[in-house]
């Protein structure tokens, strides 16, 4: 499953408008830059911003359902020679 801040930040480059936002680190959720927060703030580039949120949320919970709808296979389990009897054991 996807990181949310990759979805965010996948959501953001495809509609091309990624140069109004920076983050301050690396693997940091993107933010509008500050000339589209001060002195005037920019309500689209906040929009947009919100809306990659919501819709990053929503494929990583369509991923989380579709994953929890998938059974777990069971792990194998250990074995281990008896020191006893020399024969393998399974733990």
Do not use: C, H
């Not at 919970?61 to 069971?74: G, L, M």
Request: charge should be negative.
């Amino acid at each position: 499953m996807d990181s949310l801040r990759d979805k965010i930040w996948r959501n953001l480059l495809d509609k091309e408008i990624q140069l109004k936002y920076e983050s301050a680190l690396p693997d940091a959720f993107p933010m509008p830059k500050r000339e589209y927060l001060y002195p005037g703030f920019d309500q689209e580039t906040w929009d947009q911003l919100v809306k990659s949120y919501v819709e990053a949320l929503e494929i990583l919970k369509e991923q989380a359902v579709k994953e929890a709808q998938i059974p777990k296979k069971e792990e194998s389990r250990w074995m281990r020679k008896s020191s006893s009897s020399g024969l393998f054991e399974s733990f």
